[in-house]
């Protein structure tokens, strides 16, 4: 396929994130049970003190992009602790339009899961409601979304359910360092989904044998200022089976060792090198990821603009997320996926808040 050089295989996940004040870093094949951050306070008299600062500093958010052929929808639960956010996105591939149900609110009135067997990411605020269900030992994953009328904006219901067992999906796992005592930890799945979407009296589908989800669940003890460069995409492929991709840049230490970057084939996940962006046109222009050693050359082209700007000058949050088509290819260890006609999202991030 390539000469190039991969990080080492995933491997089984720790019964624990945090064990003994420490970080398991690594990157695992499986959901890890007990997702505890705060631990990594350690214990004494001021470990109080120490779990408080460490909880207002992790950015925290469980999200997913999910869609058939025509609409490629992304929703989050997230958690900056200094502001929260509500949000579900739809993008009509083809007409290049999007549809936006979101709201800002106050952090402590969403609640983030930290874990994935039993418990749920949500909140209600100002006419929107979101619940992301997590039953990853029982292969599902569900988002429900219902925004009510409001003057001239539109209603909103969307209802999916992914199936991410061990014959339908393949879960990304990490624990990567930003340091000794910080990490990232995600957790990433691309599968199959049946669901349904209703804009006003719409219904937009979704065709359940063309149908994704990608999850995402997220917690990170970033520097300041957070800054990252990501791209994502997925489909059914010509059989049916789900494939996709995930590159990222970003501020962890020893990338060729830690890195999130991957392409998925139904079942089967396959880790890739480190990459870098480049925008010779800007956010709005090609966006280009590639690595050094030929294994990764995957252009994105926005089509559809959407910014998250805060605070004068853009100082306190700079964030660009366009929706586009992808063209290139990946090559794996042992496989290669054609991202040729594929469409997903993108962020340029730089975060202060």
Known sequence: MTTATFPPAATAPPAALVTDGRYAFGTYDGPIAR??????????????????????????????????????????????????????????????????????????????????SGTSSHGDFAGLRIAIGNEIDDGLVTVDAVRDARG????????????????????????????????????KAMMPMHGSLVIDDERIGFDDDRGFLILDD???????????????????????????????????????????????????????????????????GPWHARDDQGAVDVTFTPTVRSTMHVGPMKALAEYYAPYGWFSGVIHGRDATLSVDGMFGVGEQKRITI
């Open 35 to 116: 997702i505890n951050p705060l631990d990594a306070a350690g214990s004494g008299l001021l470990s109080g003190a120490r779990r408080i600062a460490r909880d207002f500093g992790l950015k925290e958010w469980e999200a997913f992009q999910l869609g058939d052929d025509d609409h490629f929808v992304l929703g989050a639960v997230y958690n900056a602790k200094s502001l929260g956010l509500l949000q579900v996105l739809v993008v009509d591939k083809h007409a290049a339009t999007i549809a936006r149900f979101e709201t800002r609110l106050p952090s402590p009135m969403l609640s983030v899961a930290r874990g994935l």
């Open 152 to 187: 001239d904006a539109p209603s909103m219901a969307l209802h999916a359910t992914g199936v991410c067992d061990d014959d339908e999906a393949a879960h990304l796992v990490i624990v990567h360092p930003f340091s000794d005592t910080d990490a990232l930890y995600s957790h």
């Open 218 to 284: 997220h917690h990170g003890d970033y520097p300041r200022p957070m800054r990252y460069d990501w791209i994502t995409a997925a489909r059914r492929g010509d059989t049916g089976v789900v494939e996709g991709f995930n590159l990222t840049d970003n501020q962890i230490r020893d990338p060729a060792t830690y890195n999130e970057n991957a392409i998925w084939m139904g079942d089967t996940l396959h880790r890739l090198p480190p990459v870098t962006f480049t925008r010779p046109d800007g956010p709005w």
